[in-house]
């Protein structure tokens, strides 16, 4: 499965969520995004496992090729 998820979210935030997943999942494959993604936010989400991280905006061919690239098991450049 796939979970692409922003960064920020009501009640909790994209790290907390991706978290949560990895302890119960973790061959689910997560995309995050976000207006801003701090450098420390970045390390976090890369030692959990994130596949990918979308900065917005972003067009959606970007997120298609991203969401391409993780199904055909493809490298994105995840930076941490």
Avoid: C, W, Y
């Amino acid at each position: 499965g796939m979970v692409i998820a922003d960064l920020r979210m009501p009640g909790g935030n994209g790290l907390d969520l991706l978290s949560s997943i990895r302890k119960r999942d973790s061959s689910v494959r997560i995309v995050l995004m976000s207006s801003f993604i701090a450098e420390a936010q970045r390390r976090v989400a890369h030692e959990l496992g994130v596949n990918a991280l979308l900065e917005k905006p972003f067009r959606l061919n970007d997120l298609i090729k991203t969401v391409t690239a993780i199904v055909e098991n493809k490298s994105v450049g995840v930076e941490g």
